[in-house]
């Protein structure tokens, strides 16, 4: 699934036609760069009918049809529309995510929103091709970029585990909900807390072997078990919930997709596969190999939660050697 021409692997058949970075976006069309104001993009997403809304990483992908769940920010609680053309966005008001909107002939792609990361990789795009849904991405207006940065957190050293973020994570977990818990993943991608589960308790935390994940998810749909999944951007995360029926597999990168909603993940770029307890919501977490957050995924909070917490247990264990990423 890694594709050489790009630094940064696309995740699946469902982006390869599509420009990466801004700089692939120029040379096709117009970029108006749109500042940093992210909530006026998640208030005005909501009015999508027919948009096609992904967000992407080196290793993961989630994509739907339709429009945004209600606006969710890393202060509110966590919601998972059971609309059937609703995606939930959550994101960091804090973080200046850079906006733009992409005009490309009508032989190549179609109209986009797209947030970018700092080095100008599309992270989280929406595609509009409705009249309706098209006036809605152009009234979305050119507003100057702000000076919000994500808020630092201890231990910018990777080999370096920091001991009060590990004291804060035993003293914490258990009293937190899990809207508080998916927040860890978008102030700092994830990195403090993939440092952190190995030493917050056994009962807590423990990694599985990765190579079980496609038969799982594959399973998962033909029981016609429901899931939530999120999947990382650049301070957002984008969310579904509900059946995934359509497992295949091909070069470790694993797609599923249930009619309009689609999610995919690359093993080849995921490092560490951990099980995480949660209250009564427990997590399957997906880093990367320099520690960031690339996917999770839970049970559908509608569904039987005890059963989901048996199928997490009964994965194989990976216990992790000194050299093996924590």
Known sequence: MA?????????????ETLPQTRDEILALGDLVELGHDFEALA????????????????????????????LQTTGTSLRLSQAERRMDIRFLPTWAINLARATTPASAAPTSVMAMDD???????????????????QSLPRRA??????????GVDHNVVPLTAIRNARESWDQVDVAHHLNDFLFDGGVSRSRCLAHIGPNRAWRILPEI?????????????GIARFVLGHGLMQSDVGILSDVRESDRVV?????????????????????????????????????????VICADPTGNLATWRDLLCSLPRQTPSPAQHP
């Open 255 to 295: 797609v599923a997709r249930e009619k309009q909603k689609s999610f995919a993940l690359d093993l080849k770029e995921v490092a560490s596969v951990w099980v995480t307890v949660c209250r009564q919501q427990w997590h399957l977490e997906f880093y990367d190999p320099q520690r960031a957050g690339v996917a």
């Open 119 to 137: 080095a100008g990789r599309v992270r989280h795009r929406i595609q509009v091709t409705s009249p309706m849904d098209l006036l809605v991405a």
């Open 145 to 154: 970029n702000c000076t919000a940065a994500p808020p630092l957190r201890e």
């Open 43 to 70: 208030l005005a997403g909501t009015q999508f009918e027919d948009a096609l809304i992904t967000t992407q990483n080196a290793g993961a992908l989630i994509a739907g049809r339709g429009g945004y769940g209600a």
């Open 3 to 15: 594709n050489p021409s790009h630094t940064y692997s696309p995740c699946c058949r469902l982006r």
């Open 213 to 225: 994940v496609p038969s799982f998810l594959d399973f998962l749909g033909r029981r016609r078990i």
